[in-house]
């Protein structure tokens, strides 16, 4: 596992800060109270071909900014972005935000503990 770099740190601990985060264990209730919400694996696509959770969409870090409109155009839509504990999501998320996205969610703890409660494929 690598170390995170001070300034990635600094980013990420910023983004947090103006991001909604909800704890991964509260993901199997929101998804089954919320049939509206959509989970999005922000994660390289490698890591998502390895494994991810049996309904996530599949859009990557590297691309979510480019790609979202076209796959999610209505703003208000609830969209819960997960990568492998929090990091990328969180910053993923804090660019939907600056887009317009009102509702939008960075799930701390991500993959880590999402594949121990969630149906994965």
Known sequence: MSTHSPAFL??????????KEVAATQIPEILRNNPQ???????????????????????????????IEAKHPDKSEPLYLYCGGGFRSALAADNLQAMGYRQVYSIDGGWRVLKDILPTE
């Open 10 to 19: 600094a980013l990420v601990t910023a983004a947090r800060g103006r991001v």
């Open 37 to 67: 919400a959509q989970l999005i694996d922000t994660r390289e696509e490698s890591e998502f071909a390895a494994g991810h959770v049996k309904s996530a969409e599949w859009i990557g870090k590297g691309v979510i900014e480019r790609d």
